[in-house]
């Protein structure tokens, strides 16, 4: 970087405290290796969504690239002649011509990130760049929809999902005989037209089922049934909220395959969905 134009377009978050060394007849160089970003999900807000003492703001950060660093300053025939990265590759004799102004993180400890990692490596998390955007004009923005909601793009709004129960021909005059516990046949019938692509008489089971006030180990099933409808159609919040109550109901698993509600929560995100609810 020879001029200011090239250092705040390489480097802004740390442009400011080199400008001088520019000033100087200095040429920068800025070795880097990044392993990863942490971002916002979702559009940019408005302005009028703003939270606190947001007075003047016109822009949010959106995202934030680490890794690791190394900011050099000499002569443009020093700095040309030590290109490197992160202080492995050609010229690398020349380091001592050229002064350090500022390091952090360790390209080693960087090598050990991988796909998937939800954190840095340590000594590898050095803030290297922030991504802004713009933000929105007052009133045009996306607004985040509750559970039982969904968005419609084209008026910008959240609208009810619906999610249709209608008992099948076959249950509307059906009532539990008493030999099994409160809930337990209205739970199989909810089971059985799920898998039978019947969403509007499965719901219409279910919530018979929890209505019958059914005991702990009738009504985890019950739930987990309930949560597959929610699922399928198109709710997944409350499909997370009723895999929870089922995991509370029954909270431990006695088969030998994998917990299939704790499945469905990780394929659902409920983690991240519910804090957003």
């Not at 390489?10 to 920068?28: D, N, R």
């Not at 933000?135 to 009810?160: M, N, S, Y």
């Not at 395959?257 to 995100?269: A, H, Y």
Request: aromatic share 4%; proline share 6%.
């Amino acid at each position: 970087m020879s001029n200011v134009k090239e250092l705040y377009a390489s480097i802004p978050v740390h442009a400011a405290k080199f400008e001088g060394k520019l000033a100087a007849g200095s040429k920068l160089s800025a070795e880097m290796r990044i392993v990863g970003e942490y971002g916002v999900a979702g559009d940019t807000p408005a302005i009028d969504q703003l939270e606190g003492d947001c007075q003047g703001a016109t822009h949010v950060v959106t995202a934030l690239t680490i890794g690791a660093f190394s900011f050099g300053a000499g002569s443009s025939k020093e700095m040309s002649g030590s290109a490197t990265v992160m202080g492995a590759g050609a010229g690398a004799k020349n380091e001592s011509q050229s002064e350090k102004l500022s390091k952090d993180g360790d390209p080693a400890s960087c090598n050990e990130s991988k796909r998937g990692d939800q954190a840095p490596p340590e000594k590898c998390g050095a803030l290297l760049r922030v991504e802004l955007a713009e933000l929105r004009a007052k009133g045009d923005f996306v607004p985040e929809c509750k559970a039982g909601q969904k968005l419609d793009g084209a008026k910008r709004k959240c609208i009810a999902i619906e999610k249709p129960s209608k008992h099948a021909p076959e249950d509307e005059s059906f009532s539990e005989d008493g030999t099994k516990p409160p809930g337990f046949q209205w739970g199989e019938k909810c089971a059985a037209h799920r898998r039978g692509g019947s969403l509007p008489a499965a719901r219409a089971a279910c919530e018979k089922a929890v209505a019958a006030n059914p005991p702990a180990d009738t009504l985890g099933p019950v739930l987990y049934n309930f949560a597959m409808v929610e699922r399928d159609q198109g709710d997944p919040a409350a499909a997370c909220e009723k895999l929870g109550r089922a995991l509370a109901a029954v909270p431990k698993w006695t088969a030998k395959t994998p917990d299939p509600r704790k499945t469905q929560q990780e394929e659902l995100k409920c983690k991240e969905l519910l804090k957003t609810q």
